[in-house]
């Protein structure tokens, strides 16, 4: 009887528990959604050896942005309610999967991104002094494998295609949708 007791006061709390996160969440979505309409998007910088995935990263992310349809893309840093600034930090190509003559059969590629978004202090200068900056930040990571030697053939630029386009996506789960720990 004590152990369903216990049971029972531990569903309760939970209960409360994923209640209060998801206002908090749904709080801070309502304020983007009510308050702050347009997004600029910052060219990422790249610290890894990443070649060519500033231009690419960024083009996935207006596409993912715009698909959400919370926000609205503007190419003018000035208008922007808010601005998305982000670095890759790390790029990993490895294999994953050798035969029997320790050649490479399947790769592993993973990027990790720091991302931050912020008021834009020219529009919302008056309102930030009395309402504090809003800064969030997140690391976001994407994983993908591929195979250019076994079934489904996959280049290695496809892959990469692949992973930015997951890698947009989550940033804007991460920012906009749903929190990703």
Same mark, same amino acid.
Not at 24 to 33: A, I, T
Not at 150 to 157: D, G
């Given at each position: 009887m004590f152990a369903i007791c216990r049971i029972y006061? @531990?569903?309760? &709390?939970? /209960? &409360?528990?994923a209640c209060g996160s998801t206002s908090?969440?749904?709080?801070?979505?309502? %304020? @983007?959604?009510q308050k702050y309409k347009l997004l600029y998007i910052q060219n990422f910088d790249n610290r890894s050896n990443f070649g060519g995935v500033t231009g690419r990263l960024k083009e996935k992310l207006l596409?993912?942005?715009?698909?959400? $349809?919370? %926000?609205?893309? =503007? *190419?003018? #840093?000035?208008?922007?309610? %808010?601005? %998305? +600034? $982000?670095? /890759?930090m790390l +790029? $990993?190509?490895r294999p994953?999967?050798?035969d029997n003559f320790s050649e490479p059969l399947v790769y592993n590629l993973t990027v990790l991104t720091s991302i931050k978004l912020r008021i834009n202090l020219r529009k919302h200068s008056d309102e930030i002094k009395n309402d504090g900056v809003l800064i969030d930040q997140k690391l976001v990571r994407s994983d993908a494998t591929f195979s250019p030697r076994? *079934? *489904?053939?996959? =280049? #290695? &630029?496809e892959a990469e295609e692949t992973l930015l386009d997951v890698l947009a996506n989550r940033i804007v789960m991460a920012l906009f949708g749903d929190e990703l720990d």
């Open positions: 006061v @531990l569903i309760v &709390f939970a /209960v &409360f528990h908090d969440r749904d709080k801070k979505r309502d %304020l @983007l959604n596409i993912a942005v715009d698909r959400d $349809g919370r %926000l609205k893309i =503007t *190419p003018d #840093k000035e208008q922007a309610d %808010l601005v %998305l +600034y $982000g670095q /890759v +790029y $990993g190509d994953s999967i050798m076994q *079934p *489904p053939f996959e =280049t #290695k &630029f």
